[in-house]
């Protein structure tokens, strides 16, 4: 069974910074593009960034373009998001997402996603 | 970047009765690289639809997606009461993925 376990949200000051990590089990985790979706509470979903299988491919979306950085290790099963520089609108919850084999941007499995408030 | 625009905002309908949601594309979605997600309160989204129109496992036949180019359809034929829910289209032709704003279907 593929399990997508988000940690490391929580309460942040403008400013500072947070690492948000995903554990991965039930797949071979560097078969597959990963990507961080997420979700002010109440609202629709907005990517925010994608790691290729390989680390090679990467992509922010413009709103964390600079301040954010994903990163993956094989070795430890796991997905990060280092967020830097964080604001009032960064606050969501985000989820950990795995895509398919076959279409890297197509999204089949989610974690339940970790909440991020960012408020002095 | 694909822009996805979904509609209505929110259908008012009651069980048994037949939904129909709409997303139009800004520009063509190649390969009918279009899926539809469900998201109920408290839930991580859950993948529907892929290809437009393939249900993806487990996906009861009640739920049928269709259309291509810049349209696209997702049917729930007879509401059950677990279908009450917000649903996202994505498109994932290319970079960067996007998402729809959601449609809610309520209970009337």
């Known amino acids: 069974e593929v399990q997508l376990v988000e940690s490391g949200g929580g309460l942040v000051q403008p400013g500072r910074s947070l690492r948000l990590s995903c554990a991965a089990s039930g797949f071979t985790f560097d078969d597959y593009a990963m990507h961080w979706v997420r979700q002010v509470p109440g609202k629709g979903l907005e990517w925010v960034s994608s790691i290729s299988r390989n680390s090679g491919s990467i992509g922010y979306a413009d709103s964390v373009k600079g301040r954010f950085t994903i990163s993956r290790d094989i070795a430890k099963n796991s997905l990060y998001l280092q967020m830097n520089s964080l604001r009032a609108e960064d606050t969501a919850l985000y989820y950990c997402?795995?895509?398919?084999?076959?279409?890297?941007?197509?999204?089949?499995?989610w974690g339940q996603g970790t909440l991020v408030t960012v408020s002095s | 970047e694909i822009v996805l625009t979904q509609s209505p905002g929110t259908l008012s309908l009651s069980p048994a009765e037949r939904a129909t949601l709409s997303c139009r594309a800004s520009?063509?979605?190649?390969?009918?690289?279009l899926a539809w997600y469900q998201q109920k309160p408290g839930q991580a989204p859950r993948v529907l639809i892929y290809?437009?129109?393939s249900r993806a496992t487990g996906i009861p036949d009640r739920f049928s997606g269709s259309g291509s180019g810049t349209d696209f359809t997702l049917t729930i034929s007879r509401l059950e009461p677990e279908d009450f829910a917000v649903y996202y289209c994505q498109q994932y032709d290319s970079s960067p993925l996007t998402f729809g704003g959601g449609t809610k279907v309520e209970i009337k």
């Open positions: 290809g437009a129109s």
């Open positions: 997402t795995r895509s398919t084999m076959q279409w890297l941007l197509l999204i089949e499995h």
């Open positions: 520009q063509s979605v190649n390969s009918r690289s």
